[in-house]
């Protein structure tokens, strides 16, 4: 009923939003008297903020047209290669005629980056796809909004999100020879799963997995997300949260956790900084200032466009790992596409080199909650493991923004890099050529960053945790963002330490003294 009533609101303020549109653009126009008055630019600037607070926002665009490689341009194609009913595998199709940037491309190692499905769309990683394509072959799992999908379709589990992450992983190895995998913040829990099945069943292995953000173990220091789905019965959230897709759309009588309360939840946890922004965007539209007025479009045309997850997918994930901390416990069983249970089992892995990275200010995942793969994947050898803690960084700061493109990501590629075969034969890919090239684009000069190289070993088990704050989480939608669990791996042997990098992402010199608000 709730979902209902939420699309009879929409529907009324959708008339009342396109008409403070058309206001906003009539009162604007240069060739009415009077357009540059400070009263017209008020009302200019009222009519275009009601507009973008009652619009339906749709699912954005990647939008990467180029990027450059060795000061090359590179032009960028979207293609799906793999078409599921609950995910598309997107790839980012590079294309040049320049000849030595031809043979670059073929022998940069090929990337699978598992984007999160927690209530917003893979575009939310458009930087991070971004800054990997000058150096990588890159795919994105494409996730799609389940009220966009039949019933006919059936339902979708947190055991698909795994067995889909090995299909993409496997058409990969089939293509290239190997891969490396990215997780970004709730597919931590999932990826590591998909590997670990693999593992156990002699497949081959990623080359390398890098996991971004999430909680593998949610026990190491509590998120408000991690309280809440403890808190909280598995009953509640199934009688609370969960509702029917209504009539005017495809996935019609489908159940559903609702994108719109994932959104409501995030906003709910930093109300005072939203309001804050939608101020800042209309007194920059009152002075002109266009550029910092697009700036709050870009972010809000991403934040406020959310989807729909499948009610058993968002209620396994909440019981396996907030509630029943199975991944850590050493007692989660998938069901494979044969219907077959199989024990995932993380200490199987060995040939698959692992990077961890955790945000300083990160209150979605905790500091500690995903280095805790350390403790469970016991067999990776000690020199194919690294953990990265980035000062300063709050949970969208470790795969977006200045941080990410100045901090991280230097570090990723160089982990990637060291763990990519040399090849005998170069990859036998067909290469088209684009005329001419795109328009090339500068690159402002970066500020200085410190880096700080802590030798220290990982702390056991029973040590305690340091405290990882991120970006707003809320309530109820992000419960879904974080997906991993954690309980004590009182049972896993001792872990080898892996070495321990505390990245500043303060300018020298000017490092601020950090405290617990979090940072976008």
Known sequence: MLYHIYEAQRSLLEPFADFAQATAKLYSNPL?????????????????????????????????????????DVTIRERVEIDKPFCELRRFKRFSDHPATLDTLLGQPPVLIVAPLSGHYATLLRDTVRSMLGDHKVYITDWKNARMIPLSEGEFHLDDYINYVQEFIRHLQARYGNCHVISVCQPTVPVLAAVSLMASRGEKTPLSMTMMGGPINAQRSPTSVNNLAMQRSFEWFENNVIHRVPDNYPGAGRRVYPGFLQHTGFVAMNPDRHTSSHYDYFKSLTRGDEASAEQHRKFYNEYNAVLDLDAPYYLQTIRVVFQDFNLVRGTWDIRNPEGQLERVRPQDIKDTALLTIEGELDDISGIGQTQAAHDLCTSIAPDARQHLEIAGAGHYGIFSGSRWRKVVYPQVREFILRHQPKPSVPAQEPVEEVAPPAEKTT????????IIINTAQTAPENANPATVQEAPALPTAAVATAAPTAAAAAAAPATPAAPAIVVNAQPAGKRKETGRKAKR
């Not at 619009?55 to 060795?70: C, H, L, R």
């Not at 690159?443 to 410190?450: G, I």
């Open 32 to 72: 009415l008297p009077l357009s540059k008055s400070f009263a017209t630019q008020r009302t200019v600037a009222a009519f275009d903020l009601f507009y973008r607070l009652a619009k339906d926002y749709e699912k954005p665009q990647f939008g990467i047209q180029s990027v450059q490689v060795n000061g090359v």
């Open 443 to 450: 690159v402002s000069d970066q500020k200085q960053f410190e």
